[in-house]
């Protein structure tokens, strides 16, 4: 009778000490399912330096948003008011097409999502590629980079397009460096 009282008590014993090991493996992997993406359009060059920066600090997957028509030096000049982005820009209905899209957004929690800063707002290609997904749930954190402008009416001209997502406020990066990137990261969380 001794023998078998014992015998209970250890598998008692084990199936508690088996209980606790499959939660603690299943907190690991609740925790390593959380997967951020920086996703980001560069026209120059300057936004893709501080998407790559931020990549790095978040331990994110980076995404470049490449538009299917490449953005020339003409595009650009915001001077000529029939140059593309002039005039897709007068246009908040203008959806520049994209080339490429991320695999498996549904793996990401968090998207961190970045541009330069075109009259004031985010370049209308940022809708295209935020109204390809469907970002319910999701934290989206919209950054940028300019020549001196802030985010403007960008938050207004964004959320339509991803309506059901977590939106935080647009941040500048121009001039972030590391450690105040990974400040404002863990802000975030």
């Not at 399912?33 to 980001?40: D, E, G, R």
């Not at 600090?57 to 980076?62: G, H, I, N």
């Not at 977590?166 to 121009?174: A, D, R, T, V």
Request: proline share 4%; hydrophobic share 40%; with cysteine.
């Amino acid at each position: 009778m001794k023998q078998l009282l014992l015998a209970i008590i250890g598998c008692l014993a084990l199936s508690v000490m088996a209980a606790n090991c499959t939660q603690d493996n299943n907190e690991g992997k609740m925790n390593e399912s959380k997967k951020t993406l920086v996703a980001y359009f560069s026209a120059t060059g300057t936004t893709m330096e501080a998407a790559t920066k931020l990549a790095k600090v978040a331990d994110a997957d980076l995404h470049e948003i490449v538009p299917t028509e490449r953005y020339t030096s003409a595009d650009l000049n915001w001077q000529d008011k029939n140059s593309r982005s002039s005039l897709e820009m007068a246009d908040k209905s203008s959806r520049p097409a994209i080339a490429n899209k991320v695999e498996n957004m549904e793996q990401y929690d968090t998207v961190f999502v970045g541009f330069p800063i075109w009259w004031y707002i985010a370049p209308t290609i940022i809708n295209t590629f935020l109204e390809q997904y469907d970002l319910t749930g999701k934290t989206v954190v919209p950054f940028f980079t300019s020549g001196g402008s802030g985010a403007g009416e960008t938050l207004n001209y964004l959320k339509p397009s991803a309506p059901n997502a977590n939106w935080k406020e647009p941040k500048s990066l121009n001039y972030l460096g590391e450690a105040e990137m990974k400040t404002w990261v863990k802000s975030l969380q």
